[in-house]
């Protein structure tokens, strides 16, 4: 059987796993590459992202000669029956989704692609979005599709691989199953519907993950007001079969490049459509409370037994803080609205100083690679924090060498490494025997054993 061509236009977080599943699922695959840097690493038999597995997963479809890269979406497109979408929709100030990078790939294509092909769109985009598409390509032979992406950062291949659903939308059915069909060996359930309700399933999805979130926060802060265990907690609704374990664990809130954008676009698309969404509103404002009580709780901790400071001088203002942890989850590069970065700034801001360590700094042991550090610092300033109060900030190249002389440790993502470190060391580097733990990352009687006041995010 000769393998059915397909191209993937966008090589990033959603593009490359996409592509590397669709060629171990027996395709053959053109990818494209727009930004040049990227498209080098590809073509030289590298990976450009951080992703787990994505390396060897790249490598088979390379090897098997079914998977190429080029820069351009037209030379992609004109030899494929299948052309899958997979570029950024960012948000703009208002909400709402950036369809630009979207309406461009289409017009792209549009000329080169082959009578009766089928554009696949994989990006995240607003109800309606997959018709735009269709009328930027202009062409009655050419059918679009949407069949949104369910893919975490970090275990995005995984994902790719093991779909829980498959998920297509259009108006003729017939289309939508050949697309299901190119995922047949996932053996996933095939949902077909219309355009309109894949891509409300989309944010539907998202949204209900972000308020699961939302909820074990909320529930995590009573839990402190109230000397209950967050953990049991967990443990005690988990258990029931229509609440389960999974996504529960509580945190300082969440982001990345998915949740605030797509929560904020669905909000933009119930409001455009006059449909009053109360609940979601909470959902995003009980988030930004979130990320502030980690600071609050910080600085409380500090104020008590702290020498006393002047009336000007907060607890914060006089302290250096060590920080664990620095992109929006663990097992990732990725700093995108990260919640460490806007705790961070949050801090700087209240006039702390901030030494901080994050395991993809550069390699292992060795020095922050100059690239990452300016691009931390750039997150910084586009969350506001001025280059005054930016000279408060440094990174280590450790865990340990981040606490030397600091009054508090702050954890922020869950790095196993973390998990791992010599408390003994800790103890002794910091200046005070402080651990703010805001992923519940430690055990806190073993971290209250080595002479720690410990404060986790409902824990006791
Ligand atoms: C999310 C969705 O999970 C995925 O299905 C969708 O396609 C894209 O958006 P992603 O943003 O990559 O994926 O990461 P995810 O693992 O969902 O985490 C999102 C945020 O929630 C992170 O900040 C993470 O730290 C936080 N989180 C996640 C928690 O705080 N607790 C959890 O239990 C899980």
Partial sequence: MTATQV????????????????VSFGHEVVCAESDPR????????????????????????????????????????????????????????????????????????????????VVVNKSTVPVGATHLVEQTIGRDDIMVVSNPEFLREGTAVEDSLHPDRI??????????????????????????????????????SNAFLATKLSFINAIAGLCDEVGADVRDVILGLGYDHRIGFDFLRPGPGWGGSCFPKDTRALLHIA??????????????????????????????????GAPSVSEAQ????????????????????????????????????????VQ?????????????????????????????????????????????????????????TEWQEFRDVDIARVRKALERPLIVDARNLLDPAAIRQAGFQYIGVGRH
């Fill in 356 to 412: 901080a360590y994050d395991p993809t700094l550069g390699k292992a042991g060795g020095p922050v690679l100059p690239e990452r550090a300016d691009q931390i610092r750039q997150e910084f300033r586009a969350d506001g924090v001025s280059d005054a109060k930016l000279d408060g900030f440094s990174l280590r190249t450790s865990s340990v060498l981040a606490c030397e002389g600091a009054s508090a440790l702050l954890v922020l």
């Fill in 271 to 304: 409001e455009s459509a006059n449909y009053d969404f109360p609940l979601l509103r909470a959902v995003i404002q009980t988030n930004e409370t979130q990320l502030r009580r980690i600071v609050d709780r910080l600085e409380t901790a500090l104020g008590c």
């Fill in 7 to 22: 191209s993937v236009i966008g090589a990033g977080h959603i593009g490359l796993p996409t592509a590397a599943a669709l």
């Fill in 167 to 204: 998920v297509v939308g259009a108006d003729d059915q017939q289309v939508a199953a050949r697309v299901g069909a190119l995922f047949a060996t996932t053996g996933a359930p095939l949902l077909v519907t219309d355009a309109a309700t894949a891509e409300t399933i989309k944010y539907a």
């Fill in 38 to 117: 990227r498209l080098r690493i590809l073509q030289d038999g590298g990976v450009p992202i951080y992703e787990r597995n994505l390396d060897e997963a790249l490598a088979r479809g390379r090897e098997g000669g079914r998977l190429t890269f080029v820069a351009s979406a037209a030379v992609a497109a004109r030899t494929a029956e299948y052309v899958f979408l997979c570029v950024p929709t960012p948000e703009l100030p208002d909400g709402s989704a950036d369809l630009s990078y979207l309406r461009q790939a289409a017009q792209e294509i549009g000329p080169s692609l082959l009578p009766q092909a």
């Fill in 314 to 353: 907060t607890p914060l203002g006089t302290s250096t803080i060590a920080v664990w942890g620095l992109t929006f989850k663990a097992e990732t590069d990725d700093l995108r609205m990260s919640p460490a970065i806007r705790i961070i700034s949050d801090l700087l801001t209240r006039g702390a100083r």
